[in-house]
């Protein structure tokens, strides 16, 4: 017999208290999602529209007709992928569940969800995940040379994108460059930084005057400007939150599982750059 909302000892584990803990931390902990735009669909298929050139307009002459023109439109789709998390708890606990044990289970289920979804971001995974930026085509790259050595890819990262209309609003870098990039010194024998920080927020980091984040799963050696505008992170609306005793009966154990399904879009990859050292 299925577990329903009705079932005694459930209280703790009914999907409206895990809805919170599950998408909350997940899109707090992806940096995927801080850097990009993230929709909500209830649909299996999102359409985003493009507008790929604007009508044009010209200097007219007074009492002249206007030449008439067309703004040039189109559209890409985005079918999120499954992403799923599984955690295995006493029946004990399921029924005893105090705040405490239910952050415990939602947390650890959140921070393996935001690590997929970021190792799919900023990858190029095999399907079922997600096509991520490493996948996508016509990228503006910019050669960084083979070392770190000043922050003139970063500015001339920043020029690439206003080039094409767009605002670099983060750059997302592997905590190990971040490090190098932070061990950087305005001249020889000088211990003042070249990477600045955010007086309103002294711990965050800006690069160029832009935020700098961190992931492991970006690629070392690479830092990526991203408009958050021109990439778009696409959750499905609801979060499936089930539980079952049936695989785990002999153990009197209860599975929790989470699935989120999760896609990406960048509708204008050349306004996303890439900063690169150069492989030896």
């Not at 770190?148 to 605002?167: K, M, Q, R, S, T």
């Not at 690479?222 to 009966?249: C, G, H, M, N």
């Not at 204008?268 to 900063?275: E, K, L």
Request: charged content about 15%; some cysteine.
């Amino acid at each position: 017999m299925a577990m329903s909302t009705s079932t005694a000892g459930v209280g703790g584990i009914l999907p409206d208290q895990y809805g919170p803990i599950i998408i909350q931390p997940v899109q707090r902990e992806s940096v995927a999602m801080q850097a990009a735009t993230v929709m909500a669909t209830g649909n299996h298929t999102l359409q985003i529209p493009l507008v790929l050139e604007d009508a044009g307009a010209a200097w007219v002459a007074e009492g002249a007709e206007i030449t008439p023109d067309d703004a040039t439109l189109g559209e890409t789709s985005v079918t999120p992928s499954k992403v799923a998390g599984l955690s295995i708890i006493t029946r004990e606990l399921a029924e005893d569940s105090t705040p405490g044990a239910v952050q415990t289970v939602g947390n650890g289920l959140a921070r393996s969800i935001a690590d997929q979804v970021d190792r799919a971001f900023f990858g190029a995974l095999a399907a079922p995940a997600p096509s991520g930026l490493e996948a996508v085509t016509g990228l503006t790259d910019i050669d960084a040379g083979a070392a770190w050595a000043n922050l003139d890819p970063f500015a001339a990262a920043i020029a690439e994108a206003e080039g094409h209309g767009a605002v670099v609003t983060s750059f997302v870098a592997n905590p190990a460059d971040a490090l190098l990039l932070a061990q950087l010194k305005e001249s020889t024998g000088s211990n003042r930084p070249l990477l600045g920080s955010d007086p309103t927020t002294p711990t965050r980091r800006v690069l160029q005057g832009v935020p700098l984040l961190t992931s492991p799963r970006v690629t070392a050696g690479t830092v990526w400007a991203l408009p958050k505008d021109r990439v778009i992170v696409v959750r499905r609306q609801d979060v499936s939150l089930e539980v079952s005793t049936d695989a785990y009966f002999t153990s009197d154990r209860v599975a929790v599982r989470c699935v989120m399904r999760v896609g990406f879009a960048f509708p204008h990859p050349a306004a996303i750059v890439r900063v690169q050292l150069a492989t030896p």
